[in-house]
């Protein structure tokens, strides 16, 4: 199994272009979450998917939208990329939302906005 | 809201001395905790988790915790270091009972351990 995987694992944009992260499970797990992660502030969840066909926004959720495709894919949206959405991007799933159900982490996508 | 505080930003210890990862927590009613490992250019690995029961909590490659709820702390442990356990670790929390987003995951800010040979 390959768990959580996502595309692209590099990106570089130009400030005002928008770009889809795209987040996948094999695990058969119910939730997904995406992350970002700043140096020094560990990691803030911007969106996440309790289960197919619900989304909601996280702690961080200005200037992105999510679609959870269907109940392996993730997808995380930036409509019109701004410096400060520089960061690591991690898309996450567990069996479901409950607080003790462990998430496990897929191995993240560097975005630069220029 | 849920916080929690890594008070080292850097630990160095020498290979096969103990070492110790220290986190504190702050949470309305019974905490879930949780420690995960992030080697260079990876994603996050699970090493462990308090849900309930015995404070102390083995978990992957010979770490353990303690759970500490009057010093509402869950510091992460290993007997003997060694230089494959360089990295970065994050401790997070969940709280009990709480509804949606505030349900959720949160981190801590990180803490690079260094192991010296």
């Known amino acids: 199994n390959a768990g959580v995987t996502q595309t692209p694992k590099f990106q570089v944009l130009k400030t005002g272009q928008s770009m889809t992260l795209q987040c996948a499970q094999d695990?058969?797990?119910?939730?997904m979450y995406w992350y970002r992660q700043d140096p020094g502030m560990g990691l803030r969840l911007i969106y996440y998917s309790a289960s197919e066909g619900t989304t909601d926004k996280g702690e961080v959720p200005n200037g992105y939208n999510v679609s959870r495709l269907n109940k392996r894919e993730f997808s995380l949206r930036l409509e019109s990329a701004a410096p400060s959405q520089t960061s690591v991007y991690f898309c996450a799933s567990s069996q479901t939302e409950i607080s003790t159900d462990t998430q496990y982490f897929g191995p993240g996508t560097r975005l630069t906005v220029l | 809201a849920q916080s929690v505080a890594q008070p080292e930003d850097q630990v160095n210890v020498a290979e096969g001395n103990p070492l110790t990862v220290k986190c504190t927590y702050s949470?309305?009613?019974?905490?879930?905790l949780f420690w995960y490992v992030q080697y260079p250019n990876r994603g996050l690995q699970f090493l462990l988790k308090y849900i309930t029961g015995d404070n102390l909590v083995k978990g992957s490659y010979g770490f353990e915790a303690e759970f500490n709820k009057s010093q509402t702390s869950f510091h992460l442990k290993k007997p003997s270091a060694l230089v494959s356990d360089s990295a970065l670790y994050f401790c997070?929390?969940?709280?009990?009972?709480?509804?949606?987003?505030?349900?959720?995951?949160?981190f801590g800010s990180g803490t690079q351990l260094t192991v010296l040979p």
């Open positions: 695990m058969n797990h119910n939730s």
């Open positions: 949470v309305s009613g019974n905490p879930y």
């Open positions: 997070a929390v969940r709280p009990f009972g709480s509804s949606g987003s505030a349900r959720q995951l949160t």
